[in-house]
């Protein structure tokens, strides 16, 4: 099993965090997003975990409804979007104040071969999407091979 976490700290710029070895290396696993937090674009970060039987992966989102998500799958690829609109308005005399904010975001995943694309199941639950992507074959787990250094 292993389990790829993107973390997200402080407010890198755009070229260090891109060109930055770290950034290159520290990438989700299956994820194409490029730019995932910059320049006010606020993207939720994802956590992929693998068993023998699935891909698990969560999103964290809190403050969305069911309602808002569009998870789809075209040519390998798994898109998560999701769109918020709220508008508030206050009338009191002779005050009035509307507020108006739209909200979205996307992430692609690259999918593996030799998933059940048909078979991937979505829930959203305490502002988690958990998306599970069932493999086709169960891959068992290999046993570990200690390498000796020398």
């Given at each position: 099993?292993?389990?790829?976490?993107?973390?997200?700290?402080?407010?890198?710029?755009?070229?260090?965090?891109?060109?930055?070895?770290?950034?290159?290396?520290?990438?989700?696993?299956?994820?194409?997003?490029?730019?995932?937090?910059?320049?006010?674009?606020?993207?939720?970060?994802a956590n992929i975990t693998e068993t023998s039987k699935e891909f698990r992966l969560e999103l964290a989102a809190p403050g969305l409804e069911r309602k808002d998500f569009d998870v789809?799958?075209?040519?390998?690829?798994?898109?998560?979007?999701?769109?918020?609109?709220?508008?508030?308005?206050?009338?009191?005399?002779?005050?009035?104040?509307?507020?108006?904010?739209?909200?979205?975001?996307?992430?692609?995943?690259?999918?593996?071969?030799?998933?059940?694309?048909?078979?991937?199941?979505?829930?959203?639950?305490?502002?988690?999407?958990?998306?599970?992507?069932?493999?086709?074959?169960?891959?068992?787990?290999?046993?570990?091979?200690?390498?000796?250094?020398?």
């Amino acid at each position: 099993m292993s389990l790829t976490v993107r973390k997200n700290g402080g407010t890198p710029s755009l070229l260090s965090d891109f060109f930055g070895a770290a950034s290159l290396f520290d990438r989700d696993l299956f994820d194409m997003s490029i730019f995932p937090s910059r320049l006010g674009i606020n993207v939720p970060t994802a956590n992929i975990t693998e068993t023998s039987k699935e891909f698990r992966l969560e999103l964290a989102a809190p403050g969305l409804e069911r309602k808002d998500f569009d998870v789809k799958v075209e040519n390998n690829t798994l898109t998560i979007s999701a769109e918020k609109e709220e508008e508030k308005r206050e009338r009191q005399g002779e005050y009035s104040r509307h507020e108006y904010s739209f909200n979205s975001f996307s992430r692609s995943f690259a999918l593996p071969e030799g998933i059940k694309e048909g078979a991937i199941d979505a829930k959203y639950e305490n502002g988690i999407l958990k998306v599970s992507i069932p493999k086709a074959k169960e891959t068992p787990a290999k046993p570990v091979h200690k390498i000796t250094v020398s």
